[in-house]
């Protein structure tokens, strides 16, 4: 993608609108991803967008970043599917995609994945409850 050639030498202000554009690509890459059925690939962008916001992060801490951009590996769902496997772990992540909407994957330990997409805007409830009425039923539906 085109942020791997335009992060060296930007000021603070070009870099905050740099990453405000990107997220929004991402987001609609995502959503574009996800409307044609393709979670598993909408996955993998996510995943994708976090590196690279992670990797920017280091290299704003970091005073040497020349080879930063270059050793950036993006994980595949193979890669996540391997590592649930490895650690008997089921594992969530979930992506914002706009103000009133994130999409939830969760990925069993025997590989299967599910996605969930889910509107914010009437959700006016606390963690525990969000998490018994959203997460919750996803997990168990997909540990088969």
């Known amino acids: 993608m085109f ?9 603070d202000d070009q870099k905050i609108s740099l990453f405000e554009t990107q997220s929004s690509l991402y987001g609609s890459w995502q959503t574009a991803l996800v409307e044609q059925g393709n979670y598993n690939q909408a996955l993998e962008v996510a995943e994708r967008g976090r590196a690279r916001a992670f990797v920017e992060l280091l290299a704003q801490r970091l005073s040497d970043r020349s080879d930063l951009d270059a ?32 999409y939830v994957w969760v990925i069993q330990p025997n590989g299967n994945i599910g996605f969930k997409r889910l509107d914010l805007k009437p959700i006016e409830l606390n963690n525990r409850r969000f998490w018994q009425i959203t997460l919750l039923p996803l997990i168990e539906a997909n540990k088969h």
């Open 3 to 11: 942020e791997e050639y335009l992060r060296p030498g930007l000021r």
């Open 71 to 102: 050793t950036i590996k993006f994980p595949t769902v193979a890669e996540i599917q391997a590592i649930a496997k490895s650690q008997q772990a089921t594992l969530v992540t979930y992506s914002i995609v706009s103000n009133s909407e994130i």
